[in-house]
C-alpha cells in the first residue's frame, strides 16, 4: 500500500500536515494513488465544500469521475459549472480557471478547474463557497503548488532539494496581503532571501525592453543611480530580452550573453546568480527576480514560478495604483505607442493610420469649392410672332430649335373663311355701286348718298378682308432661331388675334441666366467667375462671369426660392449655341475647409432647427 493510502480520509489536518501529505502522493505512482484521499486532502487545503477529479475520455467524448470528496452524496461536479463556458478546455489551455456558478438548487458557487501536469485529460473541480472570494487568489495559489505530477527535474543550478512548499505557500500569501506596491515588493524579496538563505535577491519591473529596479533584499532605500543598481539592471536585462531564466554560469549548450550576469557575480563575489522572469497568463514578461548565492545551490525554480504567476496580477494591480498621474499618462502613451508600431495586426493598423491620415486631411486640408445652378442661354434680340386674326393654323412649316432666314414662311391661318367673305363682298360692293349710280340718274340726292355709305362701308369690309389674306402667312422678319413654338403643338390649333405662336431670336448679343438656390446666394461675390455645360454638348465647359444679380426671389416649386442672376459670356459664340439651350453651370467661390464643405448644409439646417 502506497503512503498516500494509509492515511484517512476523513481525517482533519492542518495545512503544514495536508502539504506534507500532498507531497508524498505527488512521488507515489499515479497508478496505485488513492484519488478519494487526494481529492478530500485538495478539498481541505483549498477550504472547498466539494472536490472531484475527472478524466476526459477520449475515444467516448465523455467524462470519468476517478475521486471526490464532498459532504453531500447528490453533488455532481458537471451540474455546477456556469453554463455557456468549456471551463475543462479553458484550464487545459491556461493552466487553470475559475469563475462564478450555481446549482440546480440555487446555491452559489466559486468554480476552480485545473489541469494536472503530468497527466494528460485529468482535471480537479473545486467547489469553494462565494464566501471565500476574499482568499480565491490564495487558495488557488495553494491548488497550484499540488497538481504537479511530473518526474521531477533538476534546474541546471538547482543541486539542492526541492524547496518547501509551505513556505513558498506563506510567502506568497505574505506578498499578496501588503497594502502597497514598495511593501509588497520588499516581502517578496525579504521573504524569499530568508526562505532560501540567499545573498542577494532584487526584483526590476519591466518598462519596455529595461527593468527598473523596485526593490533589494534587506534594503529600505537604495540609490537608483548608483554603480550597484546599475549592475543589477544590466544583470536582469538578458531575461528580459529572453523571456526565460537566464543562469551564470551559463550551461555549455547555452549562447544566451550572460556577461552581466558575470559581472555582477564578480563584484558580489557569489558563485551563482539566475534572472527569473515573471511573466503573466499570455506570457509577457512583468518582472525579473534576480538571485544571488555563494556556495550553496539555489533551490529548484518550479515552486518559486507557480508562486510567481500567482503573486503577478496582485503586483501589477498596486503598481498600477503606485503609479502618478504623469507615470500614468506616460505608461498609456507608450502601450498605444508600442501597440501602435509594433508588429502585431498589420492590416488594423494601416487601416488606423490611413483613417488618421484622412481625419486631419479632412480637418485641415481646403477643396475648390463652387456653387450649382441651373443655367439658360438666352438673348435681348428676339420677336414674337403672333396671330394677326382670328382664326385656325393651316399650315406650320418651322418648330423651336430651327434655324430661318429673313422672309421665311413660318405659318399660315386657314384663309377659306376670308375667302368667302371677299366673294360676298364683292357682290355686294358691285350691287351698291349700281345702286349708287341708279339713285344719282334720277337725281335723288339723299338717297344717293345713303348708297354711297353703304358702298364705302362694304369697301371697308373688302379692304379689312384684304388685309386679313395677306396677313394669313407668318414670315420670319430677321435671320435666326426660333426658340419658342412646336410644330405638333400649333398644327390645326384654333388661335385669338394677338396670340403668341412663335418667338424668334437672333444668334447675338447671348448671355447666360443662372438660377442660384436663395440658401447659396452668400457664397457668390461680384464678378465671381465659373463653367456651363449645356446639355446638348455637356463635355465642352464654356467659361461665364457675374455681370449682375436680379434681387427678388423667384419660386420654383420644389427647389424652393431662387435668384436669378445674369453671366456674360467669356468666349465668341459657337456655331452650335442656340437661345434657349439650358444646362448646369458652376460657380468658384474659393477654397473652404473640406469638413466645412461636407456639413455646412446640415449645420445650416440643425440651426435652423434648434434656433429660438
Not at 83 to 106: F, S, W
Not at 163 to 187: I, N, R
Not at 556 to 563: H, R, T, W, Y
Request: charged content about 20%; some cysteine.
Amino acid at each position: 500500500m502506497s503512503v498516500a493510502a494509509s492515511t484517512p480520509s476523513n481525517t482533519t489536518l492542518d495545512a503544514r500536515a495536508l502539504i506534507d501529505q500532498l507531497q508524498q502522493i505527488r512521488r507515489c505512482n499515479p497508478a496505485e494513488l488513492d484519488w478519494n484521499l487526494y481529492c478530500e486532502l485538495m478539498r481541505q487545503l483549498c477550504k472547498a465544500s466539494h472536490c472531484a477529479l475527472l478524466q476526459s475520455l477520449s475515444e467516448s467524448d465523455s467524462l470519468a469521475q476517478l475521486g471526490r470528496a464532498s459532504d453531500s452524496t447528490t453533488w455532481s461536479p458537471m451540474q455546477t459549472m456556469p453554463t455557456g463556458i468549456n471551463m475543462l478546455a479553458k484550464a487545459q489551455t491556461q493552466g487553470y480557471t475559475q469563475a462564478p456558478a450555481q446549482d440546480p438548487q440555487g446555491q452559489t458557487w466559486l468554480v476552480l478547474v485545473l489541469a494536472l501536469q503530468g497527466l494528460s485529460d485529468h482535471y480537479l473541480v473545486l467547489n469553494i463557497k462565494a464566501q471565500e472570494r476574499s482568499q480565491l487568489n490564495e487558495l488557488t495559489l495553494r491548488a497550484l503548488l499540488c497538481i504537479d505530477f511530473r518526474p521531477t527535474t533538476t534546474h541546471a543550478l538547482a543541486l539542492a532539494p526541492a524547496a518547501d512548499l509551505s513556505a513558498m505557500l506563506g510567502l506568497a500569501a505574505e506578498v499578496m496581503q501588503q497594502p502597497s506596491f514598495a511593501a509588497a515588493c520588499l516581502a517578496l524579496v525579504n521573504g524569499l532571501a530568508v526562505s532560501w538563505e540567499l545573498l542577494h535577491v532584487s526584483l526590476g519591473w519591466v518598462d519596455g525592453e529595461h527593468a527598473e529596479v523596485v526593490a533589494i533584499s534587506h534594503l529600505d532605500r537604495f540609490e537608483r543611480a548608483s554603480s550597484q543598481t546599475q549592475r543589477i539592471e544590466a544583470a536582469l536585462l538578458p531575461a528580459v530580452i529572453q523571456g526565460s531564466e537566464v543562469s551564470w554560469p551559463a550551461p555549455a549548450e547555452s549562447i544566451t550573453d550572460t556577461r552581466a550576469l558575470a559581472d555582477f557575480a564578480q563584484h558580489m563575489g557569489v558563485a551563482q546568480v539566475v534572472a527569473v522572469p515573471m511573466r503573466d497568463a499570455q506570457g509577457l514578461t512583468h518582472a525579473v527576480l534576480l538571485l544571488a548565492q555563494g556556495d550553496k545551490a539555489i533551490p529548484s525554480l518550479n515552486e518559486l514560478m507557480l508562486a510567481l504567476e500567482l503573486v503577478q496580477p496582485r503586483l501589477s494591480d498596486l503598481r498600477q495604483q503606485s503609479l502618478s498621474l504623469r507615470q500614468h499618462a506616460q505608461l498609456g502613451l507608450r502601450r498605444f505607442s508600442e501597440r501602435l508600431f509594433g508588429a502585431e495586426q498589420a492590416l488594423l493598423k494601416l487601416a488606423i493610420v490611413v483613417f488618421v491620415a484622412l481625419l486631419l486631411y479632412l480637418t485641415f486640408g481646403s477643396w475648390h469649392y463652387r456653387v450649382d445652378a441651373s443655367a439658360q442661354l438666352n438673348t435681348d434680340s428676339t420677336r414674337l410672332i403672333s396671330a394677326q386674326f382670328d382664326g385656325r393654323i393651316d399650315q406650320v412649316y418651322a418648330t423651336a430649335g430651327d434655324l430661318v432666314k429673313a422672309g421665311d414662311l413660318l405659318v399660315s391661318l386657314d384663309t377659306r373663311d376670308l375667302l368667302q367673305q371677299q366673294s360676298e363682298l364683292v357682290a355686294e360692293i358691285s350691287k351698291g355701286e349700281g345702286e349708287v349710280n341708279k339713285l344719282r340718274a334720277e337725281r335723288l340726292l339723299a338717297e344717293t348718298e345713303i348708297a354711297q355709305a353703304r358702298l364705302d362701308q362694304s369697301l371697308a369690309k373688302a379692304q379689312r378682308v384684304q388685309s386679313y389674306l395677306e396677313q394669313a402667312q407668318s414670315k420670319a422678319p430677321f435671320e435666326g432661331v426660333i426658340v419658342e413654338g412646336e410644330k405638333k403643338d400649333l398644327m390645326g390649333a384654333p388661335v385669338k388675334k394677338g396670340e403668341r405662336l412663335f418667338r424668334l431670336a437672333k444668334v447675338e448679343g447671348l448671355y447666360m441666366t443662372l438660377m442660384v438656390s436663395e440658401r447659396d446666394m452668400r457664397h457668390l461675390t461680384p464678378q465671381a467667375t465659373g463653367e456651363v455645360a449645356l446639355l446638348s454638348h455637356p463635355d465642352v465647359n464654356i467659361p461665364v462671369r457675374i455681370s449682375s444679380v436680379i434681387p427678388v426671389a423667384q419660386v420654383k416649386g420644389q427647389d424652393g426660392n431662387q435668384f436669378m442672376v445674369r453671366a456674360e459670356l467669356l468666349q465668341a459664340p459657337q456655331a452650335w449655341w442656340r437661345p434657349g439651350m439650358t444646362g448646369l453651370a458652376r460657380i468658384d467661390v474659393g477654397d473652404k475647409n473640406i469638413v466645412w464643405i461636407v456639413t455646412h448644409r446640415l449645420v445650416d439646417r440643425l440651426r435652423l432647427m434648434l434656433w429660438w
